[in-house]
Protein backbone atom coordinates (compact mmCIF):
# COMPACT_ATOMS: atom_id res chain seq x y z
CA UNK A 1 0.00 0.00 0.00
CA UNK A 2 1.40 3.56 -0.99
CA UNK A 3 0.21 6.66 0.49
CA UNK A 4 0.94 9.43 -1.35
CA UNK A 5 0.01 13.48 -0.42
CA UNK A 6 -0.86 15.55 -3.09
CA UNK A 7 -1.20 19.00 -1.61
CA UNK A 8 -3.25 20.27 -4.02
CA UNK A 9 -32.35 46.19 -6.62
CA UNK A 10 -30.97 49.24 -6.27
CA UNK A 11 -33.04 52.23 -6.00
CA UNK A 12 -31.03 54.74 -4.13
CA UNK A 13 -28.31 56.97 -3.16
CA UNK A 14 -26.14 57.81 -0.08
CA UNK A 15 -22.65 59.17 -0.20
CA UNK A 16 -19.13 58.90 -0.80
CA UNK A 17 -18.68 55.93 1.91
CA UNK A 18 -16.42 56.34 4.21
CA UNK A 19 -14.62 54.07 7.41
CA UNK A 20 -14.99 57.10 9.76
CA UNK A 21 -18.56 58.29 10.92
CA UNK A 22 -18.76 62.42 10.26
CA UNK A 23 -21.96 64.07 10.55
CA UNK A 24 -23.09 63.94 6.88
CA UNK A 25 -26.24 65.64 5.40
CA UNK A 26 -29.59 63.42 4.72
CA UNK A 27 -28.55 61.40 1.67
CA UNK A 28 -29.99 61.68 -1.61
CA UNK A 29 -31.96 59.23 -3.21
CA UNK A 30 -32.24 59.77 -6.89
CA UNK A 31 -34.26 57.35 -8.94
CA UNK A 32 -32.32 54.37 -10.98
CA UNK A 33 -33.93 51.46 -13.18
CA UNK A 34 -36.20 49.20 -12.41
CA UNK A 35 -34.90 45.93 -10.60
CA UNK A 36 -34.12 43.12 -13.57
CA UNK A 37 -36.10 39.80 -13.96
CA UNK A 38 -35.03 37.70 -12.29
CA UNK A 39 -32.97 34.79 -14.20
CA UNK A 40 -34.51 31.06 -14.66
CA UNK A 41 -31.14 29.17 -14.27
CA UNK A 42 -29.14 27.66 -11.60
CA UNK A 43 -26.15 29.17 -10.78
CA UNK A 44 -23.57 27.30 -11.63
CA UNK A 45 -19.88 26.98 -9.69
CA UNK A 46 -18.44 30.23 -11.09
CA UNK A 47 -21.52 31.96 -10.01
CA UNK A 48 -21.15 30.92 -6.80
CA UNK A 49 -17.73 31.55 -6.79
CA UNK A 50 -17.96 35.20 -8.08
CA UNK A 51 -20.51 35.30 -5.05
CA UNK A 52 -17.77 34.01 -2.49
CA UNK A 53 -15.26 36.33 -4.24
CA UNK A 54 -17.23 39.19 -3.36
CA UNK A 55 -19.08 38.33 -0.35
CA UNK A 56 -15.60 37.21 1.44
CA UNK A 57 -13.59 39.81 -0.46
CA UNK A 58 -12.27 41.76 2.56
CA UNK A 59 -10.64 38.68 3.93
CA UNK A 60 -8.09 38.92 1.47
CA UNK A 61 -8.47 42.45 0.10
CA UNK A 62 -6.73 41.85 -2.95
CA UNK A 63 -6.58 43.81 -5.62
CA UNK A 64 -5.36 41.17 -8.14
CA UNK A 65 -8.75 39.26 -8.04
CA UNK A 66 -10.58 42.19 -9.17
CA UNK A 67 -10.51 42.09 -12.65
CA UNK A 68 -12.29 38.91 -12.93
CA UNK A 69 -15.06 39.65 -10.80
CA UNK A 70 -15.27 43.02 -13.82
CA UNK A 71 -15.09 39.73 -15.97
CA UNK A 72 -17.78 38.57 -14.98
CA UNK A 73 -19.88 41.65 -14.94
CA UNK A 74 -19.83 41.39 -18.55
CA UNK A 75 -22.38 38.79 -19.08
CA UNK A 76 -25.85 39.58 -18.90
CA UNK A 77 -27.44 36.59 -16.44
CA UNK A 78 -24.46 37.21 -13.89
CA UNK A 79 -26.03 39.49 -11.47
CA UNK A 80 -28.63 37.69 -11.22
CA UNK A 81 -27.31 34.20 -10.69
CA UNK A 82 -25.12 34.87 -8.43
CA UNK A 83 -27.90 36.25 -6.02
CA UNK A 84 -26.65 39.15 -4.44
CA UNK A 85 -28.72 42.19 -5.12
CA UNK A 86 -28.18 45.08 -7.72
CA UNK A 87 -27.97 47.32 -4.15
CA UNK A 88 -25.46 45.01 -2.60
CA UNK A 89 -23.36 45.08 -5.54
CA UNK A 90 -23.29 49.10 -5.50
CA UNK A 91 -22.19 48.91 -2.38
CA UNK A 92 -19.71 46.47 -2.53
CA UNK A 93 -18.29 48.83 -5.54
CA UNK A 94 -18.66 52.00 -4.20
CA UNK A 95 -16.01 51.45 -1.20
CA UNK A 96 -13.79 49.19 -3.69
CA UNK A 97 -13.64 51.90 -5.77
CA UNK A 98 -13.48 54.84 -2.81
CA UNK A 99 -10.21 52.70 -1.11
CA UNK A 100 -8.85 52.13 -4.92
CA UNK A 101 -9.68 55.54 -7.07
CA UNK A 102 -6.28 55.09 -9.16
CA UNK A 103 -7.05 51.36 -10.33
CA UNK A 104 -10.92 51.99 -10.85
CA UNK A 105 -10.69 53.46 -14.58
CA UNK A 106 -8.21 50.73 -15.52
CA UNK A 107 -10.54 47.91 -13.92
CA UNK A 108 -14.08 49.03 -15.47
CA UNK A 109 -12.16 49.47 -18.98
CA UNK A 110 -14.73 50.53 -21.67
CA UNK A 111 -18.35 50.84 -19.91
CA UNK A 112 -19.68 49.55 -24.08
CA UNK A 113 -19.14 46.22 -22.84
CA UNK A 114 -21.38 45.88 -19.79
CA UNK A 115 -25.07 44.77 -20.16
CA UNK A 116 -27.61 48.01 -18.48
CA UNK A 117 -27.77 46.27 -14.65
CA UNK A 118 -24.38 46.00 -14.74
CA UNK A 119 -24.27 49.62 -15.91
CA UNK A 120 -26.33 50.92 -13.34
CA UNK A 121 -23.98 49.06 -10.69
CA UNK A 122 -20.94 50.73 -12.07
CA UNK A 123 -22.69 54.31 -12.82
CA UNK A 124 -23.86 54.44 -9.32
CA UNK A 125 -20.72 52.95 -7.58
CA UNK A 126 -18.76 55.93 -9.42
CA UNK A 127 -21.14 58.77 -8.34
CA UNK A 128 -21.56 57.15 -4.53
CA UNK A 129 -17.54 56.76 -4.66
CA UNK A 130 -16.45 60.38 -5.64
CA UNK A 131 -15.40 58.96 -9.06
CA UNK A 132 -17.90 61.05 -10.90
CA UNK A 133 -15.93 62.23 -13.85
CA UNK A 134 -15.22 58.55 -15.06
CA UNK A 135 -19.26 57.86 -15.60
CA UNK A 136 -18.66 60.56 -18.98
CA UNK A 137 -15.58 59.26 -19.57
CA UNK A 138 -16.08 55.53 -19.48
CA UNK A 139 -19.96 55.25 -20.29
CA UNK A 140 -20.59 58.13 -22.03
CA UNK A 141 -23.82 58.98 -19.85
CA UNK A 142 -24.84 61.85 -17.55
CA UNK A 143 -27.59 60.07 -14.98
CA UNK A 144 -30.00 62.83 -13.97
CA UNK A 145 -29.15 61.94 -10.45
CA UNK A 146 -25.43 63.32 -11.04
CA UNK A 147 -26.79 66.60 -9.94
CA UNK A 148 -27.56 65.39 -6.53
CA UNK A 149 -24.94 65.11 -3.80
CA UNK A 150 -24.55 61.48 -1.99
CA UNK A 151 -24.70 61.35 1.34
CA UNK A 152 -23.09 59.15 3.76
CA UNK A 153 -23.43 55.27 3.60
CA UNK A 154 -21.61 54.71 6.62
CA UNK A 155 -24.19 56.29 8.67
CA UNK A 156 -27.23 55.54 6.95
CA UNK A 157 -30.32 54.64 8.67
CA UNK A 158 -32.18 52.31 6.91
CA UNK A 159 -35.93 52.55 6.20
CA UNK A 160 -36.13 49.74 3.90
CA UNK A 161 -34.21 46.68 2.68
CA UNK A 162 -32.34 48.19 -0.31
CA UNK A 163 -30.14 50.40 1.52
CA UNK A 164 -29.69 47.53 4.26
CA UNK A 165 -28.27 46.00 0.90
CA UNK A 166 -26.07 48.72 0.11
CA UNK A 167 -24.87 48.66 4.24
CA UNK A 168 -24.19 45.13 3.54
CA UNK A 169 -22.03 46.04 0.42
CA UNK A 170 -20.13 47.81 2.02
CA UNK A 171 -19.23 45.09 4.25
CA UNK A 172 -18.34 42.95 2.37
CA UNK A 173 -15.94 45.38 0.54
CA UNK A 174 -14.13 46.45 3.20
CA UNK A 175 -14.76 44.15 6.99
CA UNK A 176 -15.64 46.89 8.55
CA UNK A 177 -18.37 45.99 10.84
CA UNK A 178 -19.41 49.78 11.48
CA UNK A 179 -21.39 49.92 8.62
CA UNK A 180 -23.69 47.67 9.84
CA UNK A 181 -24.24 49.76 13.11
CA UNK A 182 -27.87 50.79 12.39
CA UNK A 183 -28.85 47.55 11.41
CA UNK A 184 -28.30 46.48 14.92
CA UNK A 185 -28.83 49.97 16.24
CA UNK A 186 -32.37 48.68 14.81
CA UNK A 187 -32.53 45.32 17.20
CA UNK A 188 -33.13 47.76 19.93
CA UNK A 189 -36.90 47.81 20.70
CA UNK A 190 -36.79 50.87 22.67
CA UNK A 191 -35.26 53.00 19.96
CA UNK A 192 -37.35 55.20 17.80
CA UNK A 193 -36.84 54.59 14.32
CA UNK A 194 -39.20 56.13 11.57
CA UNK A 195 -42.47 56.92 13.60
CA UNK A 196 -44.20 54.76 11.33
CA UNK A 197 -44.86 51.44 13.46
CA UNK A 198 -45.44 49.00 10.38
CA UNK A 199 -42.15 50.16 8.72
CA UNK A 200 -40.77 50.17 11.90
CA UNK A 201 -41.17 46.28 12.13
CA UNK A 202 -40.08 45.75 8.89
CA UNK A 203 -36.94 47.57 9.37
CA UNK A 204 -36.28 45.59 12.22
CA UNK A 205 -37.43 42.18 10.81
CA UNK A 206 -35.39 42.78 7.85
CA UNK A 207 -32.13 44.01 9.90
CA UNK A 208 -32.69 40.71 12.17
CA UNK A 209 -32.78 38.44 9.35
CA UNK A 210 -29.96 39.85 7.70
CA UNK A 211 -27.78 39.58 10.60
CA UNK A 212 -28.67 36.17 11.36
CA UNK A 213 -27.65 35.14 7.88
CA UNK A 214 -24.61 36.60 7.70
CA UNK A 215 -23.73 36.14 11.42
CA UNK A 216 -22.21 32.31 10.58
CA UNK A 217 -20.12 33.28 7.90
CA UNK A 218 -18.23 36.32 9.40
CA UNK A 219 -16.23 36.16 12.03
CA UNK A 220 -16.19 40.13 12.56
CA UNK A 221 -19.78 40.08 12.30
CA UNK A 222 -19.76 37.81 15.27
CA UNK A 223 -16.99 39.74 17.42
CA UNK A 224 -19.06 42.55 16.97
CA UNK A 225 -22.16 41.35 18.13
CA UNK A 226 -20.70 40.37 21.07
CA UNK A 227 -19.13 43.69 21.63
CA UNK A 228 -22.71 44.93 21.41
CA UNK A 229 -24.49 42.50 23.53
CA UNK A 230 -21.84 43.30 26.23
CA UNK A 231 -22.75 46.93 26.26
CA UNK A 232 -26.26 46.45 25.74
CA UNK A 233 -28.75 45.97 29.21
CA UNK A 234 -32.11 45.27 29.18
CA UNK A 235 -34.79 43.89 26.10
CA UNK A 236 -31.96 45.11 23.81
CA UNK A 237 -29.25 42.69 25.30
CA UNK A 238 -31.73 39.80 25.18
CA UNK A 239 -32.58 40.53 21.61
CA UNK A 240 -28.46 40.77 20.97
CA UNK A 241 -28.23 37.39 22.77
CA UNK A 242 -30.86 35.77 21.15
CA UNK A 243 -29.33 36.57 18.11
CA UNK A 244 -25.64 34.98 18.95
CA UNK A 245 -27.48 31.84 20.21
CA UNK A 246 -28.91 31.46 17.37
CA UNK A 247 -25.55 30.86 15.46
CA UNK A 248 -24.74 28.32 17.91
CA UNK A 249 -28.37 26.55 17.25
CA UNK A 250 -27.62 26.53 13.35
CA UNK A 251 -23.97 24.92 13.86
CA UNK A 252 -24.01 21.35 14.31
CA UNK A 253 -20.26 20.03 15.17
CA UNK A 254 -19.54 16.33 14.15
CA UNK A 255 -20.08 13.90 16.79
CA UNK A 256 -16.15 13.70 17.12
CA UNK A 257 -15.48 17.21 18.88
CA UNK A 258 -13.22 19.14 21.07
CA UNK A 259 -15.75 22.51 21.69
CA UNK A 260 -16.72 23.91 18.74
CA UNK A 261 -14.00 22.09 16.72
CA UNK A 262 -14.96 19.18 15.07
CA UNK A 263 -14.47 17.03 12.16
CA UNK A 264 -14.76 13.92 10.09
CA UNK A 265 -12.70 11.66 7.15
CA UNK A 266 -14.40 11.64 3.75
CA UNK A 267 -12.85 9.35 1.14
CA UNK A 268 -13.28 9.17 -2.55
CA UNK A 269 -12.23 6.49 -4.87
CA UNK A 270 -10.50 8.24 -7.46
CA UNK A 271 -10.81 7.47 -11.47
CA UNK A 272 -8.27 5.01 -12.77
CA UNK A 273 -7.46 6.88 -16.05
CA UNK A 274 -8.27 10.24 -17.45
CA UNK A 275 -11.55 11.14 -19.33
CA UNK A 276 -11.92 10.29 -22.73
CA UNK A 277 -12.05 14.05 -23.76
CA UNK A 278 -9.32 15.08 -21.69
CA UNK A 279 -10.96 16.80 -18.92
CA UNK A 280 -10.75 15.80 -15.40
CA UNK A 281 -12.19 12.50 -14.43
CA UNK A 282 -14.98 12.24 -11.79
CA UNK A 283 -14.44 10.73 -8.81
CA UNK A 284 -16.66 8.47 -6.53
CA UNK A 285 -17.71 9.14 -3.07
CA UNK A 286 -17.62 6.26 -0.72
CA UNK A 287 -20.32 6.25 1.87
CA UNK A 288 -21.54 4.03 4.78
CA UNK A 289 -19.68 2.63 7.92
CA UNK A 290 -17.11 0.30 5.65
CA UNK A 291 -17.11 1.43 1.88
CA UNK A 292 -14.94 -1.72 0.01
CA UNK A 293 -12.19 -1.32 -2.55
CA UNK A 294 -10.00 -3.47 -4.29
CA UNK A 295 -6.48 -4.17 -5.77
CA UNK A 296 -5.82 -1.44 -7.40
CA UNK A 297 -7.93 1.69 -6.61
CA UNK A 298 -6.62 4.19 -5.36
CA UNK A 299 -8.59 5.81 -2.38
CA UNK A 300 -8.70 9.70 -1.86
CA UNK A 301 -8.81 10.45 1.79
CA UNK A 302 -9.97 14.36 2.56
CA UNK A 303 -10.25 15.52 6.50
CA UNK A 304 -13.24 18.01 6.53
CA UNK A 305 -13.44 20.41 9.86
CA UNK A 306 -14.97 23.45 11.26
CA UNK A 307 -15.36 25.49 14.57
CA UNK A 308 -11.32 26.20 14.63
CA UNK A 309 -10.02 28.95 16.01
CA UNK A 310 -8.94 31.94 14.52
CA UNK A 311 -6.24 34.91 14.94
CA UNK A 312 -7.38 38.21 15.39
CA UNK A 313 -6.67 38.87 11.89
CA UNK A 314 -8.44 35.95 10.61
CA UNK A 315 -5.96 33.38 10.28
CA UNK A 316 -6.23 29.85 10.62
CA UNK A 317 -3.58 27.24 11.10
CA UNK A 318 -5.27 23.68 10.91
CA UNK A 319 -2.95 20.46 10.30
CA UNK A 320 -3.06 17.02 11.09
CA UNK A 321 -1.56 13.46 11.77
CA UNK A 322 -2.42 10.26 9.48
CA UNK A 323 -1.41 6.90 9.85
CA UNK A 324 -3.08 3.43 8.39
CA UNK A 325 -3.57 0.23 10.30
CA UNK A 326 -3.99 -2.86 8.33
CA UNK A 327 -5.69 -6.12 8.94
CA UNK A 328 -3.17 -7.61 10.96
CA UNK A 329 -2.34 -4.87 12.69
CA UNK A 330 0.46 -3.21 11.69
CA UNK A 331 0.92 0.07 10.71
CA UNK A 332 3.05 0.65 7.15
CA UNK A 333 5.58 3.13 7.63
CA UNK A 334 4.81 4.64 4.43
CA UNK A 335 1.20 5.29 5.32
CA UNK A 336 2.60 8.12 8.50
CA UNK A 337 2.27 11.49 7.91
CA UNK A 338 2.78 14.42 10.88
CA UNK A 339 1.56 17.98 10.63
CA UNK A 340 -0.05 17.73 7.30
CA UNK A 341 -0.91 21.42 6.71
CA UNK A 342 -5.34 21.47 6.30
CA UNK A 343 -5.64 24.92 6.36
CA UNK A 344 -3.06 28.09 7.19
CA UNK A 345 -4.65 30.70 5.82
CA UNK A 346 -6.89 33.69 6.53
CA UNK A 347 -10.90 32.73 5.88
CA UNK A 348 -14.25 34.92 6.70
CA UNK A 349 -16.08 32.81 9.47
CA UNK A 350 -14.40 29.84 11.83
CA UNK A 351 -17.77 27.57 11.41
CA UNK A 352 -17.71 27.21 7.63
CA UNK A 353 -17.55 23.75 6.41
CA UNK A 354 -13.52 23.57 5.38
CA UNK A 355 -12.27 20.59 2.88
CA UNK A 356 -8.70 20.21 3.94
CA UNK A 357 -6.18 22.09 1.55
CA UNK A 358 -4.34 19.04 1.31
CA UNK A 359 -6.05 15.32 -0.29
CA UNK A 360 -3.73 11.64 1.06
CA UNK A 361 -4.44 9.14 -1.62
CA UNK A 362 -3.96 5.54 -0.40
CA UNK A 363 -3.23 2.98 -3.58
CA UNK A 364 -3.97 -1.00 -3.11
CA UNK A 365 -1.13 -2.96 -4.58
CA UNK A 366 -1.45 -6.63 -5.93
CA UNK A 367 -0.02 -7.76 -2.86
CA UNK A 368 -1.75 -5.24 0.22
CA UNK A 369 -3.28 -8.34 2.52
CA UNK A 370 -7.59 -8.22 2.33
CA UNK A 371 -9.49 -7.23 5.27
CA UNK A 372 -10.31 -3.67 6.89
CA UNK A 373 -7.63 -1.03 6.78
CA UNK A 374 -8.07 1.47 9.77
CA UNK A 375 -7.85 5.28 8.73
CA UNK A 376 -6.26 7.34 11.98
CA UNK A 377 -6.18 10.82 12.16
CA UNK A 378 -5.30 13.36 14.88
CA UNK A 379 -6.87 16.90 13.96
CA UNK A 380 -5.16 19.72 15.63
CA UNK A 381 -6.52 23.77 15.78
CA UNK A 382 -3.47 25.19 16.82
CA UNK A 383 -4.50 28.38 17.08
CA UNK A 384 -7.50 27.40 19.45
CA UNK A 385 -5.10 24.65 20.95
CA UNK A 386 -8.48 21.92 20.19
CA UNK A 387 -7.74 18.08 19.14
CA UNK A 388 -9.86 15.96 17.16
CA UNK A 389 -9.10 12.31 16.76
CA UNK A 390 -10.74 10.89 13.99
CA UNK A 391 -11.10 7.45 12.25
CA UNK A 392 -12.76 5.75 9.47
CA UNK A 393 -12.00 1.78 7.49
CA UNK A 394 -12.10 0.74 4.15
CA UNK A 395 -12.29 -2.99 3.79
CA UNK A 396 -10.03 -4.29 0.88
CA UNK A 397 -11.77 -7.21 -0.64
CA UNK A 398 -10.10 -10.42 -1.99
CA UNK A 399 -10.51 -10.55 -5.43
Known amino acids: MLLASIVTSLCLAPAAAQNSSPSPPPPALPPQPSPPAQAKALPSAADVRLAEAIVFFYVR???AAVPEIFAALKNSETIARTGLSRATLAGFFSMLFLQNRARVEGWIGAGGA??????????????QSGNTDLIASLFHEEPGFLRDKPG?????APSRPVEMDLKWGAFFATGNPGFLATLVDALDPRRPLTGNN?????????????????????????????????????????????LLASRSVAFKPGPDRDGDFSGSIAMLKLPDKPAADGGASEATALTGAMPQARRGDTIGVSVLFSGMGLQKDLSA????????????????????????????????????????RSTLSIHFEPDDKPGP?????LLKDNVGGRKVTLTRSIELLDK
Open 61 to 63: NDP
Open 114 to 127: YPPDSKSVLTFALW
Open 198 to 242: QLDKSIRINAAQGLANNLRQHEVLERYLLQRAGEASGPYKQVLDA
Open 152 to 156: NLYTL
Open 373 to 377: YRIDV
Open 317 to 356: DVSYDIKVTGPDGTIDPRSTQEGVTALKEKVAGRFNLVDS
